[in-house]
């Protein structure tokens, strides 16, 4: 649900979780649900920003220069281990998800329509890993933990790996088109949101800014640094999606409650403090949520 959301409301998502939980294969499925182009990156602390976006070569044969484009230009890019790339490299991202564009010797190249950049990370740390700076982790729109199938879930996985529906050369036909992407993003950009949600959008945004009145100092001293503005415009976006996703032509309250994690999790910045005593961003989301008033 979470990579559908983020599809139709035009952002991009961050997966994380340990190895094995099919994060790649739930990447590459949507993607060939859609009639697009699609690229995989592996990332590695050896990568370098133009293995991304691209890079200029010189041609002996005409005695010029060539723009080689790099394979962010698609409209699925799949970051895989995001967190194993350099933060020079991470950096080289920073203008494609924000700009939908890159720069290449001088010279501006627009990415296609729609872009979406599916990202994973494994939360295990070891060497050869870079945490992700602020400024990249806010412009997921989402950000997903992938926890542990169940055990009902893991006896599904093994039967289908028997059936072969998981085989990693059976490709899944394509169902939707890019303009039936155009047309999901541009139907959902029109979904009515109340001032009131809008409100309610920015009062919990202002919370996490200025938690103590609200959720008390002992609580609030575990936050590092609130919400951004994008924050808000994220609940606006995903809200819509998720609306259009459940057959409604209006948000309500209870899509943005869903969506409080998936948007605030890697926005609500926690100290060491809380990290050393066991307090996860999820457990602070909750109580600002709680002391909001639903509309």
Known sequence: MSLLISLIA??????ESVPGLAKTTAAS???DTVKAQFKRIQCTPDLLPSDITGNQIYDAATG?????LGPVHANFVLLDEINRSSAKTQSAMLE????????IGGEVHHLPKPFLVIATQNPIEQEGTYELPEAQMDRFLLKEIVEYPSPADEFEILSRIDSGVLDPERHVTSAVTLDDVHLLQETASRIYVDPAIRNYIVSIAYVTRNP????????????KYGASPRASI???????????????????PEDIRALRHLILRHRVLLTFEAD???IRSEEIIDQIFA???TP
């Open 10 to 15: 035009g952002g991009h998502i961050l997966l």
């Open 29 to 31: 499925t949507l993607a």
């Open 64 to 68: 010029s220069f060539r723009t080689v």
């Open 96 to 103: 494609a998800m924000q700009e939908h564009q890159t720069t």
């Open 212 to 223: 103590a009145p609200y959720i008390g100092e002992e609580r609030a001293r575990y936050i």
């Open 234 to 252: 994220a609940f606006l976006q995903a809200s819509r999606a998720l609306a259009l996703l459940n057959g409604r032509a209006h948000v309500l």
């Open 276 to 278: 050393a005593e066991g």
């Open 291 to 293: 002391a909001v008033p």
